[in-house]
């Protein structure tokens, strides 16, 4: 299920959301042209994104245990992908 489905977003309120966020079919097709990458390198870019946000003593200790910063990292994963994927 997409995102927006789990969230109810319909196509009148990704348009508007798209319209507030100032995105553009040029920034669209900009992120269309990484997905390759992003396929390639996601799991190395939210493992160094979570590596270096842990290191910061109060953000580790609001991330919770082990189990919910593998569920973050997990969500943050299929975030990426969806981004690069260019499907708005």
Do not use: W
């Not at 079919?25 to 390759?36: S, T």
């Not at 990458?37 to 979570?50: G, K, P, Q, R, T």
């Not at 569920?71 to 299929?78: A, D, H, M």
């Amino acid at each position: 299920m997409e995102l927006g489905e789990r969230f109810g977003v319909d196509a009148t309120e990704r348009d508007t959301r798209k319209r507030y966020a100032g995105l553009t079919e040029a920034d669209v097709g900009h992120l269309r042209a990484i997905h390759g990458f992003m396929e390639e390198n996601v799991d190395a870019i939210v493992e160094s994104f979570y590596s270096h946000i842990l290191t910061f003593d109060n953000v580790r200790e609001k991330m919770g245990g082990d189990a919910v910063i593998a569920r973050l990292k997990r969500t943050q994963r299929e975030y990426l992908l969806d981004l690069a994927r260019g499907d708005y």
